[in-house]
């Protein structure tokens, strides 16, 4: 598997291109035992990651995000068990770290000498963290579809459909405790294709951990959506999102001024 990725990592034209192409592999690899497990029963791929791996989007990510979608035989120390076992037969070196905050399961995986075995510029004991992470109590609303992905592995994903992913990443945008610049970056990407958020699913989210009720609809979430933007320090933006960008180039579309006129129109 080692010489896969390093043909995967053909034609990177700087070392922080090969990291996110290294970790890129690492997380469709997991996509694929979780699909070969069965274990998209029970979860959907949500979130920026998704977004980048099933849509294309221009921007590496680093997490893989899921919802609970069914709870029956859902187990998540199985889940990481699993992931373990696959990986490990694949001839990784792989320790893991699991946690659970809340309603929030994680596992935090560790690849052990993948910086020298690839040649990855890093310390030669430094470990490759790949995060997988699942919301066993999302808000109610999404809806889900199932997708077929054929780059470097064949297998098919159950995932939110598009307006239910933006729903979730508008919730993102405007109530997480920092500010993710790849947030916003994926905020642009939607509102460049036009797609209408899931509203019921948006003010779930809101409620669920804001106590709020918003009470958005089609008609007015772009007024909200406006007044939210205005607070935002897009210069903190930029500077978090630049070293995920395939095209530097793209941060000139990360100012307030142009995404306030986009929601305009």
Known sequence: MIEVIKQSLEGSKSGEEKLNRTREFLQVLILKILFDRGYFENIAFTGGTALRILYKVRRYSEDLDFSLVKKEKYDFGKISDSLLF???????KVEEKRRAVQTVNSVLLKFNGLYAKLGLSGQADEKFL??????SNPPKGG???VMPFTDRFVLAVKTFDLPSLFATKLHACFYRKYTKGRDFYDLVWYLGRRITPNIKLLNNAVFQTEKKDLNLTELNYKEFLSERVKKVDFS???KDVAVFLEDKNELKLLEKELI???LES
């Open 86 to 92: 696959e990986l490990r037969k694949n001839g990784f």
């Open 130 to 135: 790949v995060k997988l992470q699942v919301d």
């Open 143 to 145: 809806n889900t579809v």
């Open 236 to 238: 903190s933006v930029r």
């Open 260 to 262: 306030l006129k986009m």
